[in-house]
């Protein structure tokens, strides 16, 4: 089992739309989890940090985390074409912050 | 001002050159990374610093090696270039703890 997985997509959404990217993990004691948005020839940037379970809303968007289920979400609402991207979902093995392992990414499209 | 800059951009070189990347952060963080990002866009850990000390040592060949002359600055050195090291690399610093990471810029390399 891998790590961390993701959908590798793509996952298209009309404009308008919300849009849901999922991820799970396998490690168990894993303690921070975080959504990276990377456009294409870019690098990474955060979207959203969650470390307890529940929602977190942010703007257009909202990070779930459900640590029994070993599952975290992204919610893209009211999706613009300016959001098609490839959304990393990554976790933090340990409590310091030090090995951050990443999922495949799900790529996005968002239609006009 | 740029957070995490690296140097160079892009680097075409030859199987069995050697070749090095640099990197530098004006953030003030104490932890550093080098992720390999390959052409199936998946993002791994290489290589983690914490105030100028390896932490993390992924599976990755002898032939890289990570070089950290002060907290600001960590640098990537690849002897005997292959193929295979064709990818894309990827700088990053975090404050100690379960931090976000901000990525550099990315360099392209290329051997042929």
């Known amino acids: 089992q891998k790590e961390v997985e993701q959908n590798s997509g793509p996952l298209s959404v009309p404009e308008g739309a919300i849009a849901s990217l999922n991820c799970t993990y396998s490690?168990?004691?894993?303690?921070?989890f975080f959504w990276y948005r990377q456009y294409s020839g870019k690098s990474p940037e955060l979207i959203m940090s969650?470390?307890?379970?529940g929602d977190k809303e942010d703007g257009r968007f909202t990070a779930q985390l459900n640590k029994a289920s070993q599952y975290v979400s992204l919610l893209i609402r009211d999706s613009q074409p300016s959001d098609s991207a490839t959304y990393l979902c990554?976790?933090?093995?340990?409590?310091?912050?030090?090995?951050?392992?990443f999922g495949p990414g799900t790529r996005l499209s968002v239609l006009p | 001002d740029t957070a995490v800059s690296q140097t160079p951009k892009y680097l075409v070189t030859q199987m069995g050159n050697d070749k090095s990347i640099k990197c530098e952060q004006n953030l003030g963080h104490d932890t550093m990374y080098w992720y390999k990002q390959d052409s199936k866009k998946f993002l791994k850990i290489m290589f983690s610093y914490n105030n100028k000390e390896l932490i993390i040592n992924e599976t990755v060949p002898n032939r890289f090696s990570p070089k950290s002359p002060d907290k600001a600055h960590l640098n990537l050195h690849i002897n005997s270039l292959e193929l295979g090291d064709s990818a894309v690399y990827f700088c990053a610093s975090s404050q100690r703890g379960p931090e976000t990471q901000y990525f550099g810029p990315g360099t392209r390399l290329l051997v042929l």
């Open positions: 969650i470390y307890s379970n």
């Open positions: 990554a976790v933090n093995k340990d409590n310091y912050g030090q090995n951050f392992v």
């Open positions: 490690d168990r004691g894993s303690q921070s």
